[in-house]
């Protein structure tokens, strides 16, 4: 049962005359609204906050269910109570405190009829608080756990499909930073960086189509963070660039960038030959 809507708001110009009625209707709705709060008893509290809900009311159905849950803890209706208050917040764009409750119901209640639901919903909320990729990522990271998680626990679910769509754009936002994090480096000439962050992305997504040409910008990277070191490092890197060429061969014998990475092994060994000399 899908409790969250989508239902887009409609803006209408009101007469005078119409504002004053429904100023008057809302004074006499939070009045019967307070006093249900205050002297209510929960039957029907609860019975009036299933109501709301229903009439997409969150913020009153959320205020009477707060008491709810506590009152009902430990009592048959403390699974319902609980499963509509983790949809308020949901309805309400709160998507933290939503995850929080989704994940709560899940724990409490392992065995009830909403559990995969509650589960995915957790996961759908990080998905939710999932910034634009320039971002900080920490939530980005949270939704796939969470989404790999339910995808572990409920491998027959039918919204198995659907979270593997939510992973792909997850990973996409994480590939992109890494991707442009990387390059920022490069462009910037942090060649240590650079080449870090190019054997990370290449580790972490291997099945890109930057794949290739990021292994051969990490082999570059490592040969410009040579050249450009100071006396007592150069020989420990261009070696560890004619390192870094040969990995890089035997990964892409064919590769569209050989000559380039052939120019780049030729300079690390004609630099390595003055040191070679120098011992003998």
Known sequence: MALFSCKPKEHVYDSTSSKKQKEKHFSLTMGK????????????????????????????????????????????????ANYYFAYCNYNLDDYIIAGYQFRNFVKNFPNSVHAEECAYMNAYCFYLNSPPYSLDQTDTRLAIKEFQRFTIQYPKSERIEKCNQLLDILRGKL??????????????????????????????????????????????????????????????????????????????????????????????????????????
């Open 33 to 80: 609204f307070n006093r249900l709060l205050k002297n209510g008893d929960m039957e029907t509290k609860y019975a009036a906050a299933i109501n709301y809900f229903q009439k997409e009311n969150y913020t009153k159905a959320l205020t009477l269910l707060e008491e709810l849950v506590t009152v009902y803890k430990g009592t048959a209706k403390a699974e319902e």
């Open 175 to 280: 590939e992109r930073k890494a991707s442009e994090n990387a390059m920022l480096y490069y462009v910037m000439g942090d060649y240590r960086a650079s080449a870090a962050a190019f054997a990370n992305y290449v580790k972490d997504f291997p099945s890109s189509t930057n794949t290739e040409y990021y292994s051969f910008l990490a082999v570059r990277s490592t040969y410009l963070m040579a050249v450009n070191s100071i006396d007592r490092k150069k020989e420990e890197r261009f070696k560890a660039a004619v390192d870094s060429y040969l990995k890089f061969i035997e990964t892409y014998p064919n590769s569209t960038y050989l000559k380039e990475a052939e120019t780049v092994y030729a300079g690390a060994l004609k630099s390595l030959e003055k040191y070679t000399n120098k011992q003998s």
